[in-house]
């Protein structure tokens, strides 16, 4: 008995010495930092995730595409009198109309995912920099961030123009507010101080990532608009760099336009930077659910019992079409049918017949409106799943219209043979013959942004264009001109200058 | 060390060596009727008994012992046993409670010796009717202690419950309960409220500091009902309840809405009017009845007494196929031995609960569903008969939502408490209190292809979560006097583990519906490869040492002081460790020789106490950097995983820290008024947040710090007396007052220098309704001021600052309207006796509380209405407003509140002295009076909105009923 007593007292004693003040964390589900970055492999998967952002936001009506291509006169958004409608609170009109409130979601979305890209490649930069991995690609592997980072600050300079930009990951002071011309600069020296160290070829292993030709193509967007940007012309830069990537042998136009938008587009010769996307990664590119009607999904066996019949071409823009331009095919017009050639039928009974108008912004008709084909629709998704098509954020056929265009604007907003030889290029490639060939007289400024509008309809680059052109003021549908110039910077989230008071909300807002 | 050896010397001496006789005797009240249950121990060990139905009892005792018959309501009796085989007693109703035992943390005291701010209920004084959960037999009860149904009547919700005010902005903000002292992380709905003795409630710091980090909230203790010695005795308690639907008038009946079309858009009319009359509240609800049923036995003898309970609780929810269904058995047993100085105490309770679940937004579905469609669409096989209509997301027939789903779940619980107390010497007990906890929760949801819009065919889900608690205190309790001084000592260790486990999984695109969710394999989705599978594992450790001393002189002056250091894992590795000490000072002045000549007072205590607690309720692993798996990427043809880090770590991450003054005043005049008066002053160190961080240099939106100081004070006020006393009539009578204000002293961190982020609410476009800022009171409404229309019909909001340009979005365009916390709050009990006939009602009253009413927001203007759904009449208030919804000064309405929470009336039988039937009628939530333009004021809780929450149908959750109750007590 005594023995047993002291036993017990005994093991009473080791445990309470033991665990009896034991506070430490026990980690399960998730891994401690430090037991990450040890070998290359890791490294590389740690550098992949810097790359989430694009994905999640980067085609999101909900953030660049608002911002990019709502924006414009490319597309509008009504409300319908009938079905489905895209209302969100007038958020959309808000976003055609010009009213820009700083707090829409789009704004803060479309500045997220530029910072939030930012911060986790300086956080991987520094972590990769200081990780005991040694191998051969860290360099390589560092210039690839730095470039991927340099090219979410071009996207916010454009957007949003007086950025901060810090790129150190242990300054963990309130980031600067930097001019317009400062943020350039850094972003220049960036992309410069990257693409020697970067891979000049795209490969399987590459594909989607920031090698030397997305470098260069960076650069040679922010060359042409750096007069508008920062009044300094930088057109000769632009086409070296335009020059670079033609000379590069990577890339050349694709005999089909819509190679570069079908399901399976990675073979792609033509798409220098994508986001790719696959229905297995969930929510993503959903432009099926942003333009298609309700009653048209069964054409593409969709297992979703609903969609938006939200976003469709600005019946202006449509009409910059050519009939015999193959890119007309970019929005489907016309009488539809379903799955087996039959009328397909609208909630109205009758035939869905996409016509070239929108009545009202505040209401049109279930098939008003042309829709958005130009990214084919894969067969059989369901609920919120992403297309599988990957997006072209550059493509070849913009870095000919690039310099055909900086070499007009330093020829004084006139053509000469080798712009037209250029523009040539890709609209031959649109008609499948020369017929419709511009010359030098035909070839204006008017005429290349609307040969821009044509060939790059829906991709994002439509904002950045007007701008250049100084036409995103115009009046268009029911949006009213404006003069002052603040609208061509969009307001900073409010939630973003409360967390930094070093930041001044854009004149205007 | 001297003192040491006498113990053991002590230790030694045989007890049985005293000579023992059994005695009988029989106790009766002041008016010679015989009292049963009344307990009879001897001082000092864990003999003890009770009096049978007749009032007597029989006890083994030795000459010189002291005997201590003790019954609620009657004053304790202390008498020594001087010989002879009977000993009858007589004993005096206590109108006072002087002896009454409070329950104050790892031991009790009697009411006359408490210091601190503590409010003990009994169980003869709990509410009665259709409880959802034990708290509800407290509501409006206990001054400063709110306990709110935020879910309607919800049978699968449980109550939220505040005391004195809001003491976190992002910890939790419940106050601790523990069930005999085991910290209960369970349901409260699953214990029986049957099986509960008393309800204590430590509301200031002195009195809760002793649970240390856990104890900013306030602490509940709950304790059951202890076995009785004797022959078995039946407690059976049961009743049948009629639950209504609170109308919602406020939406547009069918033929309102055709009327409404023909006025406002007559064009229109072949969209808007679907050609039916639909009232869809009441298609989607029903009148349910609930049973419960709860059987109790108890006795045993001398050195081994039990009391087993089951309750059976069957609660219908106003939406079809929605209940809960509880079975609780539980046992309690206690063994004394060793001469009576051992006590082991072994408790087990399990409980299963089945619940099935309302599909989500079925009352907003109800309400905003427009009128004139109709429930059915025969012809529709798609939808399997519903009607349905075409719209954006969040607008779906609810009858097709409950009859195309299934979501459901079991829930396992199982708690078992090991208590051993033995008696070293007189007074002086070694206490070993261990415990173990486990609950298992599987629930699985189905929905079919036919569910509104779905876009599977079928979709299926489970979701499995483990938890285990695991306790062990051992604690050395030392009581002894000194002539008139008194002194009550204790010191203990507590070691607290938590382990949960979490499995999911899901899958869609099954060939037939007729699986549900318990073939998760057979869906196609999982072989095209989008079947999801999650699971996570976490813990946290909590460790304390504690101490506390009582003393009081003649129990005049009393003085009690308590410190407890501990620590948590959850915290930053420098900040692990916080000491929490509390001291609190008695005066009682009618024992004072100048106040004994003034009869009508019986009691008047001052007591003033100071504590420090902490709250360390916070998401676990905040303070460690953390790699979690990122967004896939794309690589050399697949898709890999890729890493990321998962938060921004906080090393520096420390307690909130409470810091109370409590003042108190109990009185006791003319032998039928009691009450008390409590004055506090709370300040809130350290306060945790989440806030906006710049991106870069961080990584993530947000930090997890501590960022700020606030302050509540307030003042508390119970009465409770006996009205009228007459032979065959009586009126008890109890009203409480509470009232707390807060303010905001101390924001931001100074060393990263950046402003504590606003509270977020979302429309499509985010903004934020409520600001916290220095020198405010936090809950404050900041909203832009509506002015009226332009002549486009969009609002026209005040330029406050004058500038030229109307900025929503800013404070400076944005004045205060209103503050969602209460003024103060009232609670009236009234128990009326008639003979063998009593009549009891509640009141509760909240005043001068704002509420944000997002139903109006959502639903009080033209957007809704022109995509075919119903809106709020109250638009004909202002239909010239063409504007979008937005959030402005229109929508911040008053919330001041009276309700009418319960009305008894129950007729009592007693024969043959235990024998007791009891029968009542009762009705609970009957009438509530306000002007707040919602279902129901009670319905939004005066919460800490830190999430960014979607206005419209999502936030109308469950309708609120009015209760009817048939029921019976039956002790024999």
């Known amino acids: 008995m005594k023995k047993i007593k002291i036993l017990l007292i005994g093991l009473l004693a080791v445990l309470s010495v033991h665990s009896c003040t034991d506070l430490d964390e026990t980690l399960y589900s998730t891994i401690g930092a430090e037991e990450w970055y040890r070998t290359e492999e890791e490294c590389l998967r740690a550098m992949g995730s810097a790359y989430g952002s694009l994905r999640y936001r980067g085609t999101s009506l909900w953030g660049w595409l608002a911002t990019e291509v709502l924006t414009t006169d490319e597309a509008v958004i009504p409300l319908r009198n009938i079905g489905a409608s895209l209302?969100?609170?007038?958020?959309?009109?808000?976003?055609?109309?010009?009213?820009?409130?700083?707090?829409?979601?789009?704004?803060?979305?479309?500045?997220?995912?530029?910072?939030?890209?930012?911060?986790?490649?300086?956080?991987?930069?520094?972590?990769?920099?200081?990780?005991?991995?040694?191998?051969?690609?860290?360099?390589?592997?560092?210039?690839?961030?730095?470039?991927?980072?340099?090219?979410?600050?071009?996207?916010?300079?454009?957007?949003?123009?007086?950025?901060?930009?810090?790129?150190?990951?242990?300054?963990?002071?309130?980031?600067?507010?930097?001019?317009?011309?400062?943020?350039?600069?850094?972003?220049?020296?960036?992309?410069?101080?990257?693409?020697?160290?970067?891979?000049?070829?795209?490969?399987?292993?590459?594909?989607?990532?920031?090698?030397?030709?997305?470098?260069?193509?960076?650069?040679?967007?922010?060359?042409?608009?750096?007069?508008?940007?920062?009044?300094?012309?930088?057109?000769?830069?632009?086409?070296?760099?335009?020059?670079?990537?033609?000379?590069?042998?990577?890339?050349?136009?694709?005999?089909?336009?819509?190679?570069?938008?079908?399901?399976?587009?990675?073979?792609?010769?033509e798409n220098i930077f994508v986001i790719p996307y696959d229905r297995l990664t969930g929510f993503g590119f959903q432009m099926h659910m942003y333009t298609l009607p309700t009653t048209l999904l069964p054409k593409f066996n969709y297992q979703s019992t609903w969609s938006w019949n939200g976003i469709v071409a600005m019946p202006t823009f449509y009409d910059l079409y050519h009939p015999e331009d193959s890119r007309i095919k970019s929005f489907e017009f016309g009488p539809q049918v379903d799955r087996n050639g039959n009328p397909a039928i609208g909630l109205d009974g009758t035939q869905l017949d996409f016509t070239n108008t929108v009545s009202s912004i505040l209401g049109a008709a279930e098939d008003e409106g042309v829709r958005c084909f130009k990214w084919e629709f894969p067969e059989g998704l369901s609920g919120w799943q992403s297309m599988d098509n990957d997006w072209s954020v550059f493509r070849y056929s913009d870095i000919l219209l690039i310099k055909a265009e900086a070499i007009m604007r330093k020829n004084g907003g006139v053509a000469n043979q080798t712009a037209v030889d250029l523009v040539n290029q890709v609209r031959q490639r649109a008609f499948g013959n020369s017929d419709h060939n511009y010359t030098t007289a035909t070839l204006t400024m008017e005429e290349l942004l609307n040969e821009r509008g044509r060939e790059l309809a829906w991709e994002g680059h439509r904002r950045q264009d007007l701008i250049r052109f100084g036409k995103f003021g115009d009046a268009w549908f029911e949006k009213p001109a404006w003069t002052s110039n603040h609208k061509e910077l969009y307001p900073i989230p409010p939630r973003v200058l409360a967390a930094n008071p070093n930041l001044q909300q854009n004149t205007g807002y | 060390m001297k003192r040491f050896l006498f113990l053991c010397l002590i230790l030694m001496v045989p007890l049985a060596g005293f000579a023992q006789r059994t005695i009988t005797g029989v106790v009766v009240d002041e008016n010679n009727i015989t009292l049963p249950g009344v307990n009879v121990t001897i001082k000092g060990t864990f003999t003890g008994t009770a009096t049978d139905r007749n009032g007597s009892y029989t006890i083994d005792v030795s000459e010189g012992s002291v005997l201590v018959f003790s019954f609620i309501g009657y004053k304790t009796l202390e008498v020594t046993y001087t010989g002879g085989p009977t000993l009858n007693v007589v004993m005096e109703p206590d109108m006072i409670g002087m002896d009454e035992v409070v329950v104050i943390g790892y031991g009790t005291t009697t009411r006359r010796e408490v210091t601190g701010s503590v409010t003990s209920v009994k169980s003869d004084r709990f509410i009665t009717g259709d409880l959802q959960t034990p708290m509800s037999a407290i509501q409006g009860i206990v001054p400063g202690l709110s306990i709110v149904s935020t879910d309607g009547s919800n049978p699968n919700a449980e109550h939220t419950i505040r005391l004195r005010g809001l003491n976190s902005f992002s910890g939790g903000k419940s106050p601790l309960i523990l069930v005999d002292g085991k910290v209960w992380n369970l349901p409260l709905s699953i214990i029986d409220t049957e099986s509960i003795a008393s309800i204590d409630v430590l509301k200031d710091g002195s009195a809760a500091a002793i649970y240390g980090t856990r104890a900013t909230n306030g602490v509940i203790l709950i304790t059951l009902k202890e076995p009785v010695k004797g022959d078995v005795?039946?407690?059976?308690?049961?009743?049948?309840?009629?639950?209504?639907?609170?109308?919602?008038?406020?939406?547009?009946?069918?033929?309102?809405?055709?009327?409404?079309?023909?006025?406002?858009?007559?064009?229109?009319?072949?969209?808007?009017?679907?050609?039916?009359?639909?009232?869809?509240?009441?298609?989607?609800?029903?009148?349910?009845?609930?049973?419960?049923?709860?059987?109790?036995?108890?006795?045993?003898?001398?050195?081994?007494?039990?009391?087993?309970?089951?309750?059976?609780?069957?609660?219908?929810?106003?939406?079809?196929?929605?209940?809960?269904?509880?079975?609780?058995?539980?046992?309690?047993?206690?063994?004394?031995?060793?001469?009576?100085?051992?006590?082991?105490?072994?408790?087990?309770?399990?409980?299963?609960?089945?619940?099935?679940?309302?599909?989500?937004?079925?009352?907003?579905?109800?309400?905003?569903?427009?009128?004139?469609?109709?429930?059915?669409?025969?012809?529709?096989?798609?939808?399997?008969?519903?009607?349905?209509?075409?719209?954006?997301?969040?607008?779906?027939?609810?009858?097709?939502?409950?009859?195309?789903?299934?979501?459901?779940?079991?829930?396992?619980?199982?708690?078992?408490?090991?208590?051993?107390?033995?008696?070293?010497?007189?007074?002086?007990?070694?206490?070993?209190h261990g415990s173990y906890t486990a609950s298992q929760t599987n629930n699985g949801s189905y929905l079919t292809k036919h569910y509104p819009r779905v876009g599977y065919t079928g979709d299926a889900s489970r979701t499995s979560n483990a938890s285990h608690y695991f306790s062990l205190e051992p604690t050395l309790q030392y009581r002894f006097s000194f002539g008139d001084h008194n002194f009550q000592t204790m010191a203990g260790y507590s070691f607290y583990e938590y382990v949960g486990s979490s499995l999911y999984g899901r899958n869609y695109n099954f060939d037939t519906d007729n699986f549900l969710y318990n073939n998760l394999g057979a869906g196609q989705a999982l072989v095209d490869g989008f079947a999801s599978l999650s699971s996570g594992k976490e813990s946290n450790r909590l460790i304390a040492f504690y101490g506390r001393a009582m003393y009081n002189y003649k129990f005049k002056y009393l003085l009690s002081a308590s410190l407890r250091y501990e620590g948590s894992s959850r915290f930053g590795a420098n900040n692990k460790w916080g000491v929490f000490p509390a001291v609190s000072l008695g005066w009682r002045l009618n024992e004072e020789a100048f106040m004994q000549n003034i009869t009508w007072v019986n009691n008047l205590m001052i007591r003033a106490g100071y504590g420090v607690t902490g709250n360390q309720d916070i998401p676990n692993y905040q303070s460690v950097p953390r790699m979690t798996v990122g967004p896939k990427m794309f690589y050399d043809g697949r898709w890999i995983?890729?890493?990321?880090?998962?938060?921004?770590?906080?090393?520096?991450?420390?307690?909130?820290?409470?810091?109370?003054?409590?003042?108190?005043?109990?009185?006791?005049?003319?032998?039928?008024?009691?009450?008390?008066?409590?004055?506090?002053?709370?300040?809130?160190?350290?306060?945790?947040?989440?806030?906006?961080?710049?991106?870069?240099?961080?990584?993530?939106?947000?930090?997890?710090?501590?960022?700020?100081?606030?302050?509540?004070?307030?003042?508390?006020?119970?009465?409770?007396?006996?009205?009228?006393?007459?032979?065959?009539?009586?009126?008890?009578?109890?009203?409480?007052?509470?009232?707390?204000?807060?303010?905001?002293?101390?924001?931001?961190?100074?060393?990263?220098?950046?402003?504590?982020?606003?509270?977020?609410?979302?429309?499509?476009?985010?903004?934020?309704?409520?600001?916290?800022?220095?020198?405010?009171?936090?809950?404050?409404?900041?909203?832009?001021?509506?002015?009226?229309?332009?002549?486009?019909?969009?609002?026209?909001?005040?330029d406050v600052d004058g500038d030229g340009t109307v900025r929503r979005e800013t404070v400076e365009d944005r004045r205060i309207v209103g503050n969602e916390y209460p003024d103060f709050e009232i609670g009236w009990q009234n128990i009326f006796r008639y003979r063998s006939f009593d009549l009891s009602f509640s009141l509760r009253g909240?005043?001068?509380?704002?509420?944000?009413?997002?139903?109006?927001?959502?639903?009080?203007?033209?957007?809704?209405?022109?995509?075919?759904?119903?809106?709020?009449?109250?638009?004909?208030?202002?239909?010239?407003?063409?504007?979008?919804?937005?959030?402005?000064?229109?929508?911040?309405?008053?919330?001041?509140?009276?309700?009418?929470?319960?009305?008894?009336?129950?007729?009592?039988?007693?024969?043959?002295?235990?024998?007791?039937?009891?029968?009542?009628?009762?009705?609970?939530?009957?009438?509530?009076?306000?002007?707040?333009?919602?279902?129901?004021?009670?319905?939004?809780?005066?919460?800490?909105?830190?999430?960014?929450?979607?206005?419209?149908?999502?936030?109308?959750?469950?309708?609120?009923?009015?209760?009817?109750?048939?029921?019976?007590?039956?002790?024999?």
């Open chain 2, 233 to 432: 005795q039946f407690q059976f308690s049961s009743f049948v309840s009629l639950q209504q639907v609170n109308n919602d008038d406020r939406w547009f009946s069918a033929d309102e809405y055709r009327d409404l079309v023909a006025q406002y858009d007559p064009g229109r009319a072949s969209f808007l009017d679907r050609g039916a009359s639909t009232n869809w509240l009441d298609e989607t609800t029903r009148s349910p009845l609930n049973q419960s049923y709860s059987l109790s036995m108890t006795g045993g003898n001398n050195s081994l007494n039990y009391r087993s309970n089951i309750m059976l609780k069957d609660n219908q929810g106003l939406f079809f196929d929605n209940y809960s269904r509880i079975v609780t058995p539980s046992i309690f047993v206690s063994q004394t031995g060793l001469n009576n100085r051992l006590n082991v105490d072994y408790k087990l309770l399990y409980s299963n609960a089945r619940r099935r679940y309302q599909p989500g937004g079925m009352l907003g579905q109800s309400l905003i569903r427009n009128p004139t469609e109709p429930v059915y669409d025969p012809d529709n096989e798609s939808s399997n008969g519903f009607y349905t209509s075409f719209d954006t997301s969040g607008y779906t027939n609810p009858m097709a939502m409950t009859e195309e789903s299934n979501s459901d779940g079991t829930e396992n619980y199982i708690t078992g408490d090991f208590n051993a107390s033995f008696l070293i010497l007189d007074g002086f007990t070694a206490n070993f």
């Open chain 1, 87 to 269: 209302s969100n609170e007038g958020i959309w009109i808000m976003a055609q109309k010009h009213d820009f409130e700083p707090n829409l979601d789009y704004f803060w979305a479309s500045w997220e995912v530029c910072f939030n890209t930012i911060a986790r490649c300086n956080q991987v930069i520094y972590l990769i920099e200081s990780s005991p991995a040694q191998f051969e690609g860290k360099p390589k592997m560092i210039a690839e961030l730095r470039t991927l980072r340099a090219f979410v600050a071009y996207k916010a300079m454009d957007l949003f123009g007086n950025i901060p930009l810090p790129l150190d990951f242990l300054d963990t002071s309130l980031p600067v507010q930097l001019t317009r011309a400062q943020a350039f600069e850094i972003i220049e020296r960036e992309l410069l101080e990257s693409a020697p160290l970067l891979d000049p070829i795209l490969t399987s292993k590459t594909y989607g990532r920031c090698i030397q030709p997305v470098a260069h193509t960076i650069l040679a967007k922010m060359y042409l608009n750096a007069e508008k940007w920062i009044g300094v012309p930088k057109y000769d830069q632009a086409i070296a760099m335009c020059d670079n990537i033609i000379n590069g042998g990577s890339y050349s136009l694709e005999t089909n336009y819509f190679r570069n938008f079908s399901a399976n587009n990675q073979g792609s010769r």
């Open chain 2, 641 to 798: 995983n890729s890493y990321q880090s998962a938060n921004n770590p906080n090393p520096d991450l420390k307690w909130e820290k409470k810091a109370e003054t409590n003042i108190g005043i109990d009185f006791g005049l003319f032998n039928r008024l009691n009450g008390s008066v409590e004055l506090y002053n709370r300040t809130i160190t350290d306060l945790l947040w989440w806030y906006n961080v710049p991106v870069p240099p961080n990584v993530f939106n947000s930090v997890y710090a501590n960022v700020g100081e606030m302050r509540n004070r307030g003042v508390e006020l119970m009465l409770d007396g006996s009205v009228l006393q007459r032979t065959d009539f009586s009126w008890n009578s109890t009203l409480i007052y509470s009232m707390n204000r807060n303010e905001v002293t101390k924001l931001a961190d100074p060393s990263r220098g950046y402003e504590l982020d606003f509270i977020r609410m979302t429309a499509a476009a985010t903004t934020w309704a409520q600001m916290i800022r220095v020198g405010e009171s936090i809950g404050n409404f900041w909203a832009p001021i509506y002015l009226g229309v332009d002549e486009q019909g969009r609002a026209i909001y005040e």
């Open chain 2, 846 to 972: 909240v005043f001068g509380h704002s509420l944000l009413n997002r139903d109006r927001i959502a639903y009080e203007n033209w957007e809704p209405f022109k995509a075919g759904r119903n809106v709020l009449k109250s638009i004909l208030d202002r239909p010239e407003y063409t504007g979008p919804y937005a959030y402005d000064s229109r929508f911040v309405d008053e919330a001041t509140y009276v309700k009418l929470s319960n009305v008894t009336l129950g007729y009592n039988l007693r024969w043959g002295g235990q024998n007791m039937l009891r029968l009542y009628l009762s009705g609970n939530n009957l009438l509530t009076i306000t002007k707040f333009e919602g279902t129901d004021p009670e319905k939004v809780i005066p919460g800490f909105n830190t999430n960014t929450e979607s206005f419209g149908s999502d936030n109308l959750w469950y309708p609120y009923s009015r209760t009817f109750v048939l029921g019976i007590n039956f002790n024999f």
